[in-house]
């Protein structure tokens, strides 16, 4: 049995489930290595794990040697309800936040009086917050990738481009060096579009007098990478500049607290703290940080409404930022893994500060 499925069945016991139903796709991936397509777990202790998927990806499911296949084509809230009878189940967990509302009435009402469904939280996240060193590896080349197609890109840079441009080529240089795809839908953001932190790729053509930002990143077997740096000019205003520099300095501050045992929440609230000083804080309109694995964005979250306390491997984002609204947005992302004592920067390769000439 793996590592991760026998510390769930300790857990499960532990808290009087005889199973645990598995439906987001990301922790059935963890859990399993099953990435082919649609498919849920059913995780019995003491018994048979099954892996419930389609007739499309029967060969997938059935070359996993530590679940139980089971194809249907049938409606899972009619199929499920008859195989915790047939098991026997009687207490059946599931992670809140990955069932609808939907899907849980259905499966209710099939399971009637003969199962109780009871709902638990970030069970399967809370472990996939905390990386092994396999999965840190992963992360670390798709970095890698990113940072390659990224330095690549600044040098076919010039004005004229568009922003749409600049994304569909960095989607290409990540292909290219060996990523999967992008992580998510690269933001390249000029001028006044910077001010938008989720901004689309759009037909703005570049100027050097444009602030540039971009946020990008590779997927790699299954995990990703999240970056942002923004590119600079001669031709941008010294206060400009001078904010970018802030973020630098307050993404620094935050590095430098960062250990096990430390609250996410308390890390978050140094740097809106040192942005505060600076009359910048109303202007940083997102949390400092997101864990990254497996999803683009997963536990721990560094916020001010956070819970999460620091651990060591844990894999997340530092992203101090400033919008000014309808004129310019900086961004400055890293992504960092808790050590024993500290932390380190995964993306340390890249620099601080790129500029146009």
Known sequence: MNHRIKKISSILSARGLDALLVTSEYSVGYLSDFAAGEALLLLVPGKENLIITDHRFIQEASSLKEFKAEITSENLPLFLPRKFKELNLRRVGFEAKDL??????????????????????????????????????????????????????????????????????????????????????????????????????????????????????????????????????????????????????????????????????????????????????????????????????????????????LRENMVFTLEPAVYLPENAGMRLEDMVLVTKNGCEILSRRLKREYSYD
């Open 100 to 309: 609808t509302y939907r899907q849980y009435s259905s499966l209710k009402e099939g399971c009637g009086n003969d199962t109780e469904l009871v709902p638990t939280d970030e069970l399967i996240e809370g472990m996939r917050a905390i990386k092994d060193e396999t999965e840190i590896k992963s992360i670390k080349k798709a970095i890698a990738i990113s940072i390659c197609a990224f330095e690549s890109l600044l040098k076919e840079l010039k004005p004229g481009l568009t922003e749409k441009m600049l994304a569909d080529r960095l989607e290409s240089l990540i292909r290219n060096r060996g990523g999967r795809h992008s992580a998510f839908d690269i933001i390249v953001a000029m001028g006044r579009n910077s001010s938008r932190p989720h901004a689309r790729a759009g037909q703005k053509r570049w100027k050097p007098q444009d602030l540039l930002l971009i946020d990008w990143g590779a997927s790699f077997q299954e995990y990703n990478c999240d970056l942002t740096r923004v590119i600079l000019s001669d031709k941008i205003s010294p206060a400009k500049k001078k904010i970018y520099k802030i973020l630098s300095e307050a993404q620094e501050k935050a590095l430098s607290a960062i250990r096990p045992g430390e609250k996410a929440k308390d890390i978050d609230a140094l740097v809106r703290n040192f942005l505060k000083k600076q009359r910048l804080d109303k202007f940083f309109l997102h949390s400092l940080g997101h864990g990254v694995g497996r999803q683009v964005h997963e536990s721990p979250w560094l916020s001010a409404k956070s819970e999460a306390v």
